[in-house]
């Protein structure tokens, strides 16, 4: 049979519509094959950038423990070259500057934390008093209150930070530091003495439970100057302030009290008004220090009393001229990858210990 005109136009249009569906379908299985392959690419992509950002990591991480290495070696110097005394002159004092290492750079500095006022200093125990003389003896001199003495100068720093008493009177903040740190539940632990009234103006638990986010008070020793954002009524600008000036160094340990006196060589002048001196008498001492620093706490008390007819009443107290305790804190920068580095470190008997390390931006 002889197929007509109508059969073979049909069977054109049959094979233009299957052809059609075939381009399409093929159109479509391109479309998908280059999109998987785009995104095993980018994958690949994310991966060896991932690894790569994980390896120079990993690298910074090492040259921040060679800086810590290194801050050990030269505080071991130090206290080899003078026992005695730590001061601004000091080669840890010195700024590292930026040292090139392979892909990037790196830098830090020391920083002596006794040169700051130690919060944790509110908790110290009351001290016990002395037994009665014998017939005859004189009257044994008291053991100072050395809290008592730390919130007081605590108080006169925030009369510097905060004149404008946006916290509240100074005695607030010191209340407020002592409820986060001290064990029990009483609001406003005001002083150490049990006949002294409680005032009333700190924070405990349910107040800090009452916030959005809730939390509770620490009820232990700040372990860093960063949880006093975490307190009443410290903000970000009071924070700023008051971050160069304070610590949140160890009172204890193996149930022996561990002292951490502001050394005097490496105050600065902001500190020394803390301890009574007025601007032009710590201006004074703080001038001297920058190239003459006093090499024993005798050497500190006899420039007082021959230069300071008004001594302040405690500056003995709780004070030195040498270190046990020194901030580090360095960055290390590799291509893209930057980390920080905050260490403490211990410097104990000749012998470096490093007590915390965070990797966080202060």
């Not at 003389?133 to 720093?157: F, S």
């Not at 107290?317 to 046990?324: E, L, M, P, Q």
Request: net charge negative.
């Amino acid at each position: 049979m002889k197929p007509n005109k109508k059969h073979i136009t049909g069977a054109l249009r049959n094979f233009k519509k299957q052809s059609g569906v075939a381009l399409i379908t093929a159109l479509i299985l391109t479309t998908i094959a280059v999109s998987v392959a785009g995104t095993v690419m980018y994958r690949q992509q994310i991966q060896i950038r991932l690894s790569s950002n994980i390896a120079h990591m990993e690298q910074a991480y090492l040259y921040a423990n060679g800086m810590e290495d290194w801050a050990g070696t030269i505080l071991i110097k130090s206290f080899n070259d003078h026992k005695e005394y730590d001061s601004v002159l000091d080669d840890w004092a010195v700024l590292l500057p930026p040292i090139p290492i392979p892909g990037g750079v790196m830098n830090g500095q020391l920083f002596d934390l006794q040169a700051r006022l130690n919060l944790n200093s509110l908790d110290r125990p009351q001290p016990i008093p002395p037994p009665p003389p014998r017939e005859g003896q004189p009257q044994p001199e008291p053991k100072p209150d050395i809290a008592d003495i730390n919130r007081q100068r605590i108080q006169k720093l925030i009369e510097q930070v905060d004149p404008d008493q946006e916290m509240g009177p100074p005695e607030n903040f010191t209340d407020i530091v002592k409820d986060w740190i001290d064990k029990d539940q009483e609001n406003g632990n005001h002083s150490n003495n049990p006949e002294e009234e409680i005032s009333g103006n700190g924070a405990e638990s349910p107040y800090y439970q009452s916030l959005e986010p809730a939390y509770y008070s620490a009820n232990t020793l700040l372990v860093s100057p960063t949880e006093l954002r975490l307190l009443k009524g410290v903000d970000k600008k009071i924070y700023n302030k008051l971050k160069e000036h304070v610590s949140t160094l160890p009172i204890k340990a193996n149930n022996n009290e561990i002292k951490t006196p502001i050394n005097i060589n490496t105050a600065t002048v902001d500190v020394l008004k803390t301890i009574g001196f007025d601007p032009t008498e710590a201006g004074d001492i703080y001038d001297k220090v920058q190239d003459s620093p006093f090499e024993s706490k005798e050497e500190f008390e006899n420039y007082v009393s021959d230069n300071i007819p008004e001594a302040p009443a405690d500056f003995k107290h709780d004070t030195d001229v040498n270190s046990s305790y020194f901030l580090l804190q360095g960055k290390v920068e590799i291509h893209n990858s930057r980390l920080f580095i905050n260490s403490i470190l211990e410097r104990k008997n000749g012998r470096i210990s490093v007590i915390m390390r965070d990797f966080s931006k202060l």
